[in-house]
Structure formats: structure tokens, C-alpha cells
């Protein structure tokens, strides 16, 4: 959702911010708009629709030249995708420019207030109030903007990341976050705000991360927190681990095209050093001692999206290796339910960004229960780690595609991992039992490069499907959220209707949607271990295509059974039937990116999604 950028230094701050929110377009958005300060004023430039759209009034009316300066892309949420809408929004007597991402509840009230005032508002968005409220705010506290941000902050509900600037202080930035993202990029003679690091990860690594309800002020050569009560805080330093490069598409048409095909060194560095030499875990990250762990009666997992089905698929690993039982909740849902949590639960929320609002309230829910909260998360000092016990990080390197590709798959590798942690500690499993899955694990990387092979043909078969006017696709066990993946995938990318489901409840309703050629794709287990399994849905790929529906067919090397019922058949190598999803899900991927191709989408930012969801 809404990137936001504050630079203030030695450069010319217009090229610095612009650059940043190209960073961050993949967030999602539908305006821009840049402010600079400069000769006591504040110049300002927004528009509706892309970057590209900023840039063009930018090269026909350019901003003056300034060293200090704010920039947003907007993803609407109050009032309509209009220029006037855009951000920044400056106070009625242009002293201050605001931006902000979130939602400000309680903004009719401060509206009416300010009408009342006489004063008159240039938008229908809930930010502007803030503008001119700081403006009001100023005259009070001797013109100290970041008192001004402290004073007015307290007066808002919701959620809020808000950067201004004051039109005589060309030399200051002040962010405020609550529940919104804002992370601070720490130069040498310049300093940054972005919503994420992308934005100045091309100036600087060091970056510090900002909590809860706190403000910011930066100049060049200074950094000062605050609560918003005014009480000094200490923000965390951190080193961000990747560099500019791993944030660009290196030579893909796409980033989700880059993104799927990085996933084997995903999964290879989110294993690494986590086994010891003898096949062991080690999970010192769980921050729970072995008794703790003990203690634990059930594990709930949280998350949203792609997040949550890699939920689903931990609910089979962590019940078959533990025996705990394991729910798993959309975060949307999860607190209006009353949900039965207490402190000897494991909530496990999973989250690629690390500040999906859904499951950031679920998340804080949970703990009010008493509930400990071990996160899963891609993006390292980002607030559901921080707000959890403790957290795994997935290694896959910044995921900068709308569409989550290598991010699930860390995902996936980091709940088998927490699996048989607990397994290995609680001793449901011996301990060569455990070594062997962690071996087959090792294995998964060069397995996905196998899969990766299948990638033309499987564009190809978008390419033949790409008028189809819906898409189904089942599966069974571990299948089954596979198929949920590959639904949303292509719903996301293509636009198109896809569903995915259980393959033993199309019997139940959803085969009256069969006709004929109608695509659906089978994601078939195993033929080894539970054959059972295996035997069901040959006879579920037998329904369908007698039913004339054209049966694409995602099996096993060597599993001949399902051969003759396949229109398409595409070959995944042997793994075990949990592990699977590692694989299934890699061709799924590459078909929704084709398909989307074809239509002529872009892939990456798919219409109305935003990368980071940080409203509820
Ligand atoms: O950042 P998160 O993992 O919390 O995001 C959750 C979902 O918004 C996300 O997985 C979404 O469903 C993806 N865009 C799907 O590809």
C-alpha cells in the first residue's frame, strides 16, 4: 500500500525521493506526488495514475532545487484516485506538507472541527485534517514541528505513518508511525524515512528501526526519537543484508519472473544454519526453552493470502510429526470469534512483509490472551516480528513481485522446520526419523531447479488456455492448499475465475461446474507411501474429464497411473507426499506469470493489489 519517502541531506532531494518510490512502486498505488522545500516555501507536484504520469508534469513544470523532501505513492482508501487526492497534502496557509499510508478513524470528527474553524478542505482524503492541524498546532509550541507532530498524533485513532515538512525549516523531516510501517535509513551527511528499506537501500545499509507510537525527527547530521509523549527512545540499529541489486529484475522480464526463478537459493538459505552436523535442529530463534515447549497443547496459525496457505500446509506437517493439534485461521477473522487461546497455545503468524494489519491485530489479539507468538516473517525489523516472542526469519531476499512466489516457499520451509523442532524437542520423532526429512529437505533446492525445467511448457499450455473463461484446481492432503495457491495466483495475475478445492468435495457441489474443455488442474500426491491418497484422486481425474473438463495433471516422475486421464501432464521429481508442495506449487506460478503475460497484465503490479496490505 502506500510507500512514503523523506530525504534530507546533501543531494538534490527530488532525485533521491523519486528514485525511492520507484523502489517501491511493487507496493502497490494509483498517484504520487513529490514536495521539496525551498526559499521558504513548500512546492509540491501530484498526480493521478503512475509514477510516469508525476514525472511527465514534473519535466513540464519542474520543483525547485532543494536538498530536503517528501514523496508518496498512493493506493486510495478515502476518496477516489484523483490528483487532488494525491499526497502530499499542504496545510491552508502552506506552512506544512503531509503525507501519510493508514487510516485516520476518527478524521470526520477532526473534519467537522476544522470546517467549523472556517477552514476549507482541498480533498476528501482523512490526511488532509493532519496538515491542518499541524499548521494550527505550530503557533503553540514556538513552531517545533516534531512537538506539533506529538500533539496532533495523540489526537488520532487508527493507523498512521505520517511524514511533514515545514516550508521555513528547509533543514528537517518528521515521520510519526502507529501501526504503520516507517523505518529510518541512517546516512553520512543525509538521513531517510521510507514505508520500507528499498527505498534508500541505494544509499545506505544501516537502518533503524522505529516502534511503536514513536515521532522522528532528522536532519543531515542528526536522528531524535520520541514517544509521542515526548520521552526519548532508542530505536534498534540494524544492518539490512541484501543490497540495490536484489531488488531489481537483473535481466528478467518480470520480477515475479526473477522471483520464481530464484526460489532453490530461497529455500537453501532459509535452511541454512538451522542443522546442526548431525541432522539436528537448531532453532535458538523459537527463544522457548524444551519445557515450554512441552507445555505447549496446540498450535493456531495466522496469516493471510499466500501466508496462509503455507498455514494450511503446516496444519498436515506439524499434526503428522507432533501430534499437536493445529488450527489454522485467516488473521481477518481470527479475533472477531472469540477464538480459545491461552498461554499454553503456539500461535504462529506468517507474514512476508512483516506488517499485514490483519495479522499484526490478530497477532496483538493473541497476546493479550496470554498466548505466545512466534512469527514467521521475510522482512527483517518490520513490526510483526517485533511485536512477537519470537521470530524465523525466511531468507528470500526482498520478494518485490505483487504476487508472492518465493516468499511461499520460504514459508513452507520454515513451518516443516518449526515442525519437527518441536517433534525433535516434545520426542514425537527419533531422531534419524527427523534427519532423514531435514536430508530430503537439503535435497528440495536442486529438486526446484528440476521443476524449473518444466517452465516452458507450461508457458506454452497458458499460452494454448489463456482464453479459458475460468480454471479450476484440486487436490488432496497437502494438494489441497496447493490448488488454493494456484486459484489465487491466477485470480490475482490474470483476472480471470479460478477456484480451488479439496478434489473429494467436487462431488459435493462444485462439479456442476464442469463442461467442456473447462481447465482444471489436478495436483496429484505421491503414488508412494499413502497410495491411498493417490488411488482417490486418480478416480477424482477420472470424474473430471468424463465430465469432458480438460485435466492438466501435476504428478510425480514415474506415476503412470494418472497418464492416461491427463490431457497435460506436467513431472514433478519424487519427494516425500508433505514435502510437496515445494514443487507442485513451482508450475502453478509459472502458469498464472504466463498467463497474465499473455492477456497483456503487468505481472507485477496486478490491478487493485497492494504488496503490503497495512489496512484492516
Ligand atoms: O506480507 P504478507 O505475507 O502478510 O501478505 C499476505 C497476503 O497479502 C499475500 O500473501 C497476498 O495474498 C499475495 N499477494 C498473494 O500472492
Request: net charge negative; proline share 4%.
Amino acid at each position: 500500500m502506500c510507500g512514503i519517502v523523506g530525504y534530507v541531506g546533501e543531494k538534490q532531494a527530488l532525485q533521491v525521493v523519486v528514485d525511492g518510490l520507484r523502489r517501491m512502486e511493487y507496493r502497490g498505488y494509483d498517484s504520487a506526488g513529490v514536495a521539496v522545500v525551498a526559499d521558504g516555501r513548500l512546492d509540491v507536484r501530484k498526480k493521478a495514475g503512475k509514477l510516469a504520469n508525476l514525472e511527465s508534469l514534473l519535466g513540464s513544470d519542474p520543483l525547485a532545487q532543494s536538498t530536503t523532501g517528501i514523496g508518496h505513492t498512493r493506493w486510495a482508501t478515502h476518496g477516489g484516485p484523483t490528483d487532488a487526492n494525491a499526497h502530499p497534502h499542504v496545510s491552508a496557509d502552506g506552512s506544512v506538507a503531509v503525507i501519510h499510508n493508514g487510516i485516520i478513524e476518527n478524521f470526520a470528527e477532526l473534519r467537522a472541527e476544522l470546517a467549523a474553524a472556517g477552514v476549507v478542505l482541498a480533498s476528501d482524503t482523512d490526511t488532509e485534517v493532519v496538515a491542518h492541524l499541524l499548521a494550527a498546532t505550530l503557533p503553540e509550541v514556538g513552531d517545533d514541528l516534531a512537538e506539533a507532530m506529538r500533539i496532533v498524533c495523540r489526537r488520532l485513532s487508527g493507523a498512521f505513518t505520517l511524514v511533514a515538512v515545514r516550508a521555513d525549516r528547509p533543514d528537517v523531516v518528521v515521520g510519526a508511525r502507529r501501526n504503520s510501517p516507517l523505518v529510518v535509513g541512517r546516512g553520512d551527511g543525509e538521513n531517510f524515512l521510507a514505508s520500507d528499506v528499498s527505498a534508500f537501500i541505494a544509499h545506505t545499509r544501516h537502518a533503524l528501526e522505529l516502534g511503536q507510537d514513536q515521532v522522528v525527527t532528522l536532519t543531515r547530521d542528526s536522528i531524535v526519537v520520541t514517544d509521542f509523549d515526548g520521552t526519548p527512545a532508542t530505536p534498534n540499529a540494524y544492518e539490512v543484508t541484501w543490497d540495490a541489486s536484489a531488488a531489481e529484475k537483473g535481466g528478467y522480464d518480470t520480477f515475479m519472473a526473477k522471483e520464481i526463478a530464484e526460489q532453490p537459493k530461497a529455500v537453501a538459505d532459509t535452511l541454512l544454519g538451522r542443522i546442526d552436523v548431525d541432522g539436528r535442529l537448531a532453532l535458538d530463534e523459537m527463544r522457548m526453552t524444551d519445557g515450554e515447549l512441552r507445555e505447549v497443547d496446540k498450535v493456531v496459525v495466522i496469516a493471510c493470502g499466500t501466508a496462509y496457505h503455507a498455514g494450511l500446509v503446516a496444519k498436515y506437517a506439524l499434526e503428522h510429526w507432533t501430534r499437536l493439534p493445529c488450527e489454522v485461521e485467516l488473521a481477518s477473522e481470527f479475533r472477531y470469534r472469540d477464538p480459545v487461546i491461552d498461554r499454553r497455545t503456539l500461535v504462529v503468524a506468517i507474514s512476508q512483509s512483516g506488517e499485514t494489519m490483519d495479522t499484526l491485530m490478530a497477532l496483538r489479539y493473541a497476546r493479550e490472551q496470554d498466548a505466545r507468538v512466534l512469527a514467521i516473517c521475510n522482512t527483517q525489523g518490520s513490526t510483526i516480528p517485533r511485536e512477537s516472542d519470537a521470530v524465523l526469519y525466511t531468507h528470500a531476499g526482498p520478494e518485490v513481485a505483487v504476487a508472492s512466489t518465493k516468499a511461499f516457499l520460504t514459508q513452507l520451509v520454515a513451518c516443516y522446520l518449526v515442525a519437527l523442532y518441536v517433534a525433535q524437542v516434545r520426542g514425537n520423532k527419533f531422531g534419524d526419523e527427523i534427519a532423514m526429512v531435514v536430508r530430503e529437505l537439503a535435497d528440495m533446492p536442486r529438486k526446484i531447479d528440476l521443476v524449473l525445467d518444466t517452465t516452458e511448457e507450461v508457458e506454452a499450455l497458458a499460452a494454448m488456455l489463456q482464453d479459458a473463461r475460468s480454471v479450476l484446481f484440486i487436490g488432496r492432503h497437502v494438494g489441497y492448499p496447493v490448488a488454493l495457491e494456484g486459484a489465487l495466483k491466477l485470480k490475482e495475475l490474470a483476472y480471470m475465475h479460478a477456484e480451488g478445492f479439496a478434489a473429494g468435495e467436487l462431488k459435493h457441489g462444485p462439479i456442476a461446474l464442469l463442461e467442456d474443455r473447462l481447465p482444471v488442474i489436478v495436483v496429484v500426491p505421491s503414488p508412494r507411501g499413502r497410495s491411498v491418497l493417490h488411488e482417490k484422486i486418480v478416480s477424482n481425474v477420472q470424474e473430471v474429464r468424463a465430465r469432458g473438463a480438460r485435466t492438466i495433471v501435476i504428478a510425480e516422475e514415474g506415476d503412470d497411473a494418472v497418464v492416461p486421464y491427463a490431457d497435460h501432464l506436467v513431472r514433478v521429481p519424487e519427494c516425500p507426499t508433505l514435502l510437496q508442495p515445494l514443487l507442485a506449487a513451482v508450475p502453478l506460478q509459472v502458469f498464472a506469470c504466463a498467463m497474465a503475460t499473455a492477456k497483456g497484465h503487468d505481472v507485477d503490479q496486478p490491478r487493485n493489489l497492494a504488496k503490503s496490505v497495512t489496512v484492516e
